[in-house]
């Protein structure tokens, strides 16, 4: 284990390499304490304590000792350039349950409002298709080279019709419909509740990626509320590009059509994975959980967290990887406070296509774990706080049989956060944290930060995570002959290819073999 000091640029981010999948440092970070009186801002240093160690792609199980504690956890600084205009306060997140304090000034002056991030998801085995056809047509899912961006669309058309039957069997096992609406909306009415209690009147909206109501629907009732103060919270507790980014870069892209947000105070609390109170709540339902086990102290905790492709991470810089791994190790830390010490490991769902994901794969570590003798197994889905198609069916459904043929006898899981009080409290502090910085707006000079991700502006935000909007890298440059993985990677480019261009004469023509057999209309619909 090899301890050191290091300087990491927000500009240019870094995330660590697969090979290194305990990426911690140790650096002194300078906050700034906030005065709301008179706006002024003393320095407070900040010590934080990590580790660096080497890791394997295969399956990881950790189980050893750490000694991190929430107060080396706490917070994060934006050391920036002040415009005159605006606040000489930068993004700052606390990691903390207490009661929260909240000035006067900022609940008083001003309509407060807080805007839920999501993906949506089909709420009848009829929107199945149309949800798919949003989700692919989102360039921040898949990323068409400069050439063939205006295939978008079709591309989306296609890849939908064809993957809708499938996705329909999953969402009629699992009732017929997604459940994320309701669950999302329960969320959103707890958080007003919570905040509240605190003195904090705040209106709570949804806004989904993908289906209703859509993040414009949102948008709309927040103008008509006269909100002149919003926070925007994604849903998701790890940033990633293709999750809270794309999201974001839809908000980005409203705001500035429109005269009435471009004026109105906002900032974003991007990931909250290290937040106090959603460790805790982690780590109680896993807790609970391990007491149905006959062994619970041989039960192997197996997190479950939605993957995504591997060039993402290592040259768009998405910080999902890293910041997925450190969550893990805080909830670890917590079951060890509580005297839970068991075997771990990390592994990556709902890969789809050629190109190489994150690994270890969920479903390849099953079966190893099987191999190696694990008999009792509780999955726990990291990267979801509401219950939807990827833990009640590919979860509950296709890991659990996977496992049982795979040797393990005794399978769990432990259920999405949900409206789990714990956690609506501590989602309720971090939006209460974040008033003193509503109205942060863009930065010119991002230079310091440690691995926990800064609140800030639409804009800066997706300028700090994707300052290029480069194109995304093949995931494999060399060209290699016989049965290879570049191999099979470029037979899939090759074929894809092929289907860009067989689709693009289809539609620019209104015949071939799609017509013929009713997969393509003669007109495609137009979708917003």
């Keep these: 284990m090899n301890h050191q000091s290091m300087n990491i640029r927000i500009q240019a981010p870094c995330p660590p390499s697969p090979s290194s999948p305990r990426f911690h440092h140790k650096t002194h970070l300078i906050l700034p304490r906030v005065n709301c009186s008179n706006e002024v ?102 990323r068409l080279p400069r050439l063939f961006r205006f295939l978008q669309k079709p591309l989306a058309q296609f890849i939908s019709v064809a993957r809708a039957p499938k996705s329909k069997e999953g969402y009629a096992s699992i009732g017929g419909g997604s459940p994320l609406r309701q669950i999302t909306d329960a969320q959103a009415s707890e958080l007003r509740k919570a905040l509240y209690e605190k003195n904090v009147p705040a209106e709570v909206y949804v806004g989904m990626r993908y289906w209703h ?33 794309s999201s974001l870069r839809l908000l980005e892209s409203i705001f500035r059509e429109d005269e009435y947000l471009v004026n109105m105070q906002h900032t974003v609390i991007p990931s909250w994975y290290q937040r106090e109170g959603y460790i805790k709540s982690m780590a109680g339902l896993i807790e609970n959980e391990l007491k149905n086990f006959n062994n619970p102290e041989k039960v192997m905790i197996f997190f479950s967290a939605h993957g995504v492709p591997l060039a993402y991470v290592e040259e768009a810089g998405d910080p999902y990887k890293a910041e997925m791994e450190e969550c893990v190790d805080l909830i670890m830390e917590e079951l060890e406070r509580r005297k839970i010490n068991n075997p771990y490991t990390l592994a990556y769902q709902s890969r789809v296509g050629p190109v190489e994901w994150l690994k270890p794969y969920t479903d390849q570590t099953i079966i190893e774990l099987g191999q190696k003798g694990v008999k009792s197994l509780l999955a726990v889905p990291i990267s979801f706080v509401s219950e939807h198609i990827e833990t009640l069916e590919e979860i509950d459904v296709e890991y659990k049989e996977l496992a049982l043929e795979s040797g393990i006898v005794v399978w769990g899981r432990v259920p999405a956060l949900g409206c789990e009080p714990t956690f609506i409290r501590d989602l309720a502090d971090a939006v209460i944290e974040s008033l003193p910085y509503v109205g942060a707006m863009a930065v010119s000079n991002l230079e310091a930060r440690q691995s926990l ?63 013929q057999w009713g997969v393509l209309p003669l007109q495609l619909p137009v979708f917003p």
């Design 41 to 142: 801002a003393s320095n407070v240093v900040l010590q934080m304590e990590a580790s660096s160690d080497v890791g394997n792609l295969s399956i990881n199980v950790y189980k050893r000792k750490r000694t991190l504690e929430w107060s080396q956890k706490q917070s994060l600084l934006l050391k920036q350039q002040v415009n005159k205009d605006s606040m000489p306060l930068r993004a700052l997140v606390t990691s903390s349950t207490q009661d929260t304090q909240t000035p006067a000034s900022f609940v008083n002056d001003g309509k407060i409002g807080v805007l839920l991030l999501n993906l949506g998801g089909p709420e009848t085995l009829d929107d199945v298709q149309p949800f798919l056809f949003n989700l692919f047509a989102d360039p921040d899912i898949i």
């Design 453 to 515: 991700v800064p609140l800030g502006s639409v804009e800066e935000l997706l300028a700090t995570y994707d300052s290029q909007r480069r194109e995304l890298p093949a995931p494999v440059t060399v060209w290699e002959w016989g049965f290879t993985k570049s191999a099979e990677t470029w037979n899939g480019r090759a074929a894809m290819l092929a289907v860009i261009v067989l689709l693009f004469l289809e539609v620019s023509t209104g015949e071939g073999f799609l017509h």
């Design 213 to 245: 109501p859509f993040t414009e629907e949102a948008i709309e009732q927040i103008k008509k509320d006269s909100v002149n103060k919003l926070v925007v919270l994604p849903l998701y507790p790890q940033f990633s590009i293709s999750t809270s980014g």
